[in-house]
Nanobody, 123 residues
Framework: QVQLVESGGGLVQAGGSLRLSCAPS????????MGWFRQAPGKERDFVAA????????DYADSVKGRFTISRGNAKNTVYLQMNSLKPEDTALYYC????????????????WGQGTQVTVSS
């Protein structure tokens, strides 16, 4: 059973940056597209960004384009979310997701999910 573990969340002032990481544990992990979602209190979980296994294709929510960058580590099994120019409205619990199909990750129906890491942006 694959478990996804997120890290890198925290408290930052508006305009600041954070880098989130997500890595699998449990067994060998290959050929998975991965993505990030977020959920603010009282709101639905929203898509943030996704990347294919080889890293050749990415997708972003309009609200984060130009500010956030998703990437994979050299070993491909780790995914990062570099978040720049953070805004208070970016405050949320950020989740990592993975699935063999990129479209399934984007649609929020990924097979594997992490427990989330909290990002809080103060004004």
């Amino acid at each position: 059973q694959v478990q996804l573990v997120e890290s890198g969340g925290g408290l930052v002032q508006a305009g600041g940056s954070l880098r989130l990481s997500c890595a699998p544990s449990g067994r060998t992990f290959s050929n998975y597209a991965m993505g990030w979602f977020r959920q603010a209190p009282g709101k639905e979980r929203d898509f943030v960004a996704a990347i294919t296994w080889v890293g050749g294709s990415t997708d972003y929510a309009d609200s984060v384009k130009g500010r956030f960058t998703i990437s994979r580590g050299n070993a491909k099994n780790t995914v990062y979310l570099q978040m720049n120019s953070l805004k208070p409205e970016d405050t949320a619990l950020y989740y990592c997701a993975a699935d063999h199909l990129f479209s399934t990750v984007v649609d929020g129906r990924g097979t594997y999910w992490g427990q989330g890491t909290q990002v809080t942006v103060s004004s």
